[in-house]
């Protein structure tokens, strides 16, 4: 008997299959096969893939070749998100172009994915770096302009005075940059944006149409864009030097809570509000407290969990409902200028934010809202806010009102004072998409001292990134290049210069999908009737890390590209399905000099791990995501060189659910390997001249009749499986029927019982086609397949054998289990009663032992009492 070696059988049928074409989708239009589109979250080419990548693709895989065994016409395409800062660096540290090493990656890992077996389309790859595809981008980007979806203003950013660049604010670190370690300043400047506020209540309401994505998903997505109805209230200033001194009449705040006006104590504004600058300007402190603010947290995680600090500003305002009652106006870090007006009023008893701030600056809490069931006079708020609904009270006018009541009647009441309005506010911002760096999409934009703001004419297209750049210098290189920033305005003719800002890399994956249905077009970014076949995506797989802003961004651009006529896409949903899966996981190795280690740089010593090289102990940290940073990945090309690629897939895919994180354990993956070669003994043992894997044993009887009941029992399962994306769960019904046909492996096995064995081996073989298809292609092979595994259809499991004719009993001998056994389903007591004595369990517990009595629950257990 042979084992089965991966080295040998991975390539051969890697060459047949690229040979047969099998891979490449057909025609959008026109055929005779339903389309569907399956598509992972196309990978930035930062280097080599590890194991814990496979997953994500490999899970597209299985859909993609699944589907296409069931008849329909598959698009499963790769590509490349291949602009980013990540090249700059790389050039700056190596001395090399971030083009020579962003394609050189893009070698590297094609070879290692086409090394996974991956079922795709090649002929449609794309890289977003490459010219062909961001002209198209171009292109787009100058239509939106003047469409009048991007407009360009003054923002406050995130200045890295040493790099000199703007950071996201992920890429602030305790108020210092990522990179260069400096404290990072705000700076206001011109910057580019899509106008996607736009399409605020769009995007929301359409998260309700989207059944088959995860719910958090949805969630995140609903959150981010913040819908929320309440009023606009103007607190007028109680000094008239303050209404000429700031330009208004007062401070607008708004809030989801006008119910509880009558709580507030204090009005806080952002750090960076107008007033507070202002302000600053005449007094170092605040001017102090404003760069303190900004240096410990410019995200909203960061600032929600930092302690909450305030600047008492000296300055009042009125409330609405009562001249007399005069506020103070701080200035508080919790307090985001990019959420309503970048004011709030502080009502302590109904929001845990600002009891904490009334509790630490000794300001008043009035509760206002009465819980149900609460008594008014003996209620109080202590270091707990209450946040719900209820009875309103201490609020005058608004007094024994519901919650939603008041709200109305709030509103109504700043409405006659033509001190406020109702109003919708959103959380979500303008996308801003300008970049100070060299790697990334030019913007299609011409400065003119004349004509303004120009456009580059579509027919000179793509404006294309200068080759002779050197980064020995901070900043962006493009501001650097003069000849290449020197330009003739379109419209004037007079000199002109260049946009130097590039775009947000989210911009490439904002259409990529749309690229993937015809990226042969030259003229325009994509054909519109291939787009319209083929969209929406039917499958989405990728990161729940890009739950948020890559696909609220590619939602937006489907509904903007529709609306500018681009493509006919009404409903604007270019992802029909979406599955976000978990992570494989690995222990982390630290040397005792600190530095992270490869699994492979450390061994077991005499129980110890220790670092192989030195010899020395190791720290064996927790237990998280496989990540280069922390060097506990096992490299994919190794792995298949000791394994092969079925191995990753079918470990990838075996242990947990989908969406949850698996653990990379050696154990685990030996475990893989002796299954693989359990499958390949099975295949390999069956006599030759047997009928071959697509029979069909209708005379089969007895054994031979129930392994063809678990043949086609475990292919439901695993179809079912495959379409809930419950690939676990497959895997599970694999293993069970690999069981069964060991356990019925008897002989001599021929007639009906060789032909049963025949279809329940060919069976198996198609099943595990999706998660090990060199495996599977082998094994079809070995059986007689007629032609290649991958062109063959999925069958269908015989409704008949799915029913049970039998059933599986247990026989216990004075109340322990020993044995079981199959019996009819109609089968009397005395069939149980002898069958259950012959089986050998039963047998050996019996030796020395005389039986007193046989009880047979029928259909569920047979217990035997001897002495």
């Known amino acids: 008997m042979t084992r089965y070696n991966p080295r040998e059988s991975e390539p051969k049928w890697r060459a047949r299959w690229a040979e047969s074409g099998v891979d490449t989708a057909g025609p959008a239009t026109g055929g005779d096969r339903e389309n569907y589109y399956v598509l992972e979250m196309f990978p930035y080419p930062s280097g080599r893939i590890h194991v814990g990548h496979s997953r994500n693709y490999a899970m597209g895989d299985v859909i993609a070749r699944y589907k296409r065994s069931k008849g329909f016409n598959v698009l499963h395409p790769m590509g490349w998100d291949a602009f980013g800062l990540p090249a700059e660096n790389a050039a700056r540290d190596r001395g090399v172009h971030p083009g020579a090493w962003t394609h050189e990656n893009i070698r590297v890992m094609r070879d290692q994915l086409k090394r996974l077996g991956l079922a795709i389309d090649w002929s449609r790859e794309v890289a977003t770096c490459d010219p062909d595809y961001y002209k198209h981008q171009q292109a787009i980007f100058v239509k939106l302009f003047k469409a009048g979806l991007v407009h360009r203003k003054k923002a406050s950013v995130n200045w890295d005075p040493v790099d000199q660049t703007v950071l996201a604010n992920e890429q602030v670190v305790d108020g210092r940059g990522w990179r260069s370690g400096a404290i990072v300043v705000t700076r206001e400047l011109d910057q580019w944006f899509f106008k996607i506020t736009d399409y605020a209540d769009a995007l929301l309401d359409g998260l309700d149409t989207l059944e088959r994505w995860p719910d958090k998903v949805r969630v995140m997505q609903r959150n981010w864009i913040g819908r929320s109805r309440g009023a606009k209230v103007l607190f007028p200033f109680v000094e008239k030097d303050d209404e000429k001194r700031f330009g208004a009449p007062g401070i607008e705040v708004f809030t989801t809570r006008p119910d509880t006006l009558f709580g507030a104590s204090f009005l806080a504004l952002a750090p960076d509000h107008a007033i507070v600058k202002a302000l600053a300007e005449d007094d170092p402190s605040i001017e102090a407290f404003a760069d303190y603010c900004q240096r410990t947290g410019v995200s909203q995680e960061e600032i929600e969990k930092a302690p909450k600090r305030g600047f008492d500003l000296s300055v009042k305002v009125r409330h609405p409902f009562d001249p007399k009652w005069e506020i103070p106006v701080w200035s508080a870090n919790f307090v985001l200028s990019s959420y309503g007006t970048g004011a709030i009023f502080g009502s302590p008893a109904g929001d845990q934010r600002d009891l904490d701030f009334a509790r630490k600056y000794d300001l008043p809490v009035?509760?206002?809202?009465?819980?149900?069931?609460?008594d008014a006079d003996s209620h109080a708020i202590d270091d707990t806010a209450y946040t719900g609904d209820g009875t309103i009270y201490n609020s005058k006018f608004l007094n024994g009102l519901t919650s939603a009541e008041a709200i109305e009647a709030a509103i109504a009441r700043l409405e006659s004072l033509k001190l406020g309005e109702g109003a919708t506010t959103y959380r979500l911002r303008d996308w801003l998409?300008?970049?100070?760096?060299?790697?990334?999409?030019?913007?299609?934009?011409?400065?003119?001292?004349?004509?303004?703001?120009?456009?580059?004419?579509?027919?000179?297209?793509?404006?294309?990134?200068?080759?002779?750049?050197?980064?020995?210098?901070?900043?962006?290189?493009?501001?650097?290049?003069?000849?290449?920033?020197?330009?003739?305005?379109?419209?004037?003719?007079?000199?002109?210069?260049?946009?130097?800002?590039?775009?947000?890399?989210?911009?490439?994956?904002?259409?990529?999908?749309?690229?993937?249905?015809?990226?042969w077009t030259t003229d325009t970014p994509f054909?519109?009737?291939?787009?319209?076949?083929?969209?929406?995506?039917?499958?989405?797989?990728?990161?729940?890390?890009?739950?948020?802003?890559?696909?609220?961004?590619?939602?937006?651009?489907?509904?903007?590209?529709?609306?500018?006529?681009?493509?006919?896409?009404?409903?604007?949903?270019?992802?029909?399905?979406?599955?976000?899966?978990?992570?494989?996981?690995?222990?982390?190795?630290?040397?005792?000099?600190?530095r992270w280690l490869l699994p492979e740089e450390v061994e077991s010593r005499s129980g110890k791990i220790v670092e192989i090289a030195?010899?020395?102990?190791?720290?064996?940290?927790?237990?998280?995501?496989?990540?280069?940073?922390?060097?506990?990945?096992v490299d994919l090309d190794a792995f298949i060189e000791d394994f092969g690629a079925d191995a990753a897939r079918w470990f990838v895919l075996s242990d947990s659910p989908p969406e949850r994180d698996v653990e990379y354990t050696d154990e685990g993956v030996e475990g893989v390997w002796r299954f693989i070669q359990r499958i390949w003994s099975l295949v390999d043992?069956?006599?030759?001249?047997?009928?071959?894997?697509?029979?069909?044993?209708?005379?089969?009887?007895?054994?031979?009749?129930?392994?063809?009941?678990?043949?086609?029992?475990?292919?439901?399962?695993?179809?079912?499986?495959?379409?809930?994306?419950?690939?676990?769960?497959?895997?599970?019904?694999?293993?069970?029927?690999?069981?069964?046909?060991?356990?019925?492996?008897?002989?001599?096995?021929?007639?009906p019982a060789l032909a049963a064995r025949s279809e329940a081996l060919g069976l198996l073989a198609r099943m595990i086609s999706p998660f090990m298809p060199h495996l599977a292609e082998e094994c079809w092979s070995r059986l007689g397949g007629s032609r290649l595994l991958v062109e063959t259809p999925w069958p269908d499991a015989d409704p008949a054998l799915l029913q049970d004719d039998?059933?599986?009993?247990?026989?216990?001998?004075?109340?322990?289990?020993?044995?079981?056994?199959?019996?009819?389903?109609?089968?009397?007591?005395?069939?149980a009663e002898a069958a259950a004595l012959a089986t050998q369990g039963v047998v050996r517990a019996l030796e020395g032992l005389t039986v007193r009595k046989v009880i047979v629950v029928p259909g569920r257990i047979v217990n035997i009492v001897a002495t």
């Open 366 to 374: 009035t509760p206002v809202v009465l819980p149900p069931g609460a």
């Open 433 to 519: 998409v300008s970049r100070q760096r060299y790697w990334g999409c030019p913007i299609p934009i011409i400065h003119c001292d004349s004509c303004g703001v120009v456009p580059v004419p579509e027919d000179q297209l793509p404006v294309t990134l200068p080759e002779d750049v050197t980064f020995d210098k901070p900043g962006n290189p493009l501001t650097r290049h003069e000849s290449w920033k020197a330009v003739d305005c379109p419209e004037c003719g007079q000199p002109a210069r260049r946009e130097t800002d590039t775009l947000d890399t989210f911009v490439c994956s904002s259409w990529y999908f749309l690229r993937f249905t015809s990226p």
């Open 527 to 594: 054909d519109p009737a291939e787009a319209a076949a083929w969209m929406p995506v039917d499958q989405y797989v990728g990161g729940v890390e890009h739950a948020i802003l890559h696909l609220l961004y590619a939602r937006f651009f489907t509904r903007a590209l529709h609306d500018c006529g681009l493509i006919d896409m009404p409903g604007g949903e270019p992802f029909a399905g979406l599955f976000t899966q978990g992570m494989v996981t690995h222990e982390t190795y630290r040397a005792a000099d600190g």
């Open 614 to 633: 030195t010899g020395k102990p190791v720290t064996v940290g927790a237990v998280e995501k496989m990540s280069k940073s922390k060097k506990n990945v």
């Open 685 to 751: 043992a069956h006599p030759g001249g047997a009928p071959g894997p697509d029979s069909v044993a209708t005379d089969a009887e007895g054994d031979a009749l129930e392994l063809r009941r678990a043949a086609h029992k475990a292919l439901h399962d695993v179809s079912a499986a495959i379409e809930g994306f419950r690939f676990n769960n497959a895997v599970a019904r694999v293993h069970d029927l690999v069981n069964a046909l060991r356990r019925l492996n008897t002989e001599p096995v021929d007639g």
């Open 806 to 831: 039998t059933v599986t009993i247990a026989v216990q001998v004075n109340g322990k289990r020993r044995d079981e056994i199959v019996l009819a389903k109609d089968a009397g007591k005395d069939a």
